[in-house]
């Protein structure tokens, strides 16, 4: 039996797909609005 069902392991590959591309670009806002949607956004330096 898979630990993972196999959505949650698409989900955390388009996740990763999705990390991978804002580190590739610098968007660093981008990875705020994944992993802390709700944390007031940096102001812009």
């Given at each position: 039996?898979?630990?993972?069902?196999?959505?949650?392991?698409q989900?955390?590959?388009?996740?990763?797909?999705q990390?991978?591309?804002?580190?590739?670009?610098?968007?660093?806002?981008?990875?705020?609005?994944?992993?802390?949607?709700?944390?007031?956004?940096m102001?812009p330096s």
């Open positions: 039996m898979d630990i993972l069902a196999d959505q949650d392991v989900a955390i590959l388009a996740l990763d797909r990390f991978q591309n804002i580190m590739a670009s610098g968007d660093y806002e981008g990875l705020h609005a994944i992993f802390a949607p709700d944390a007031v956004s102001p």
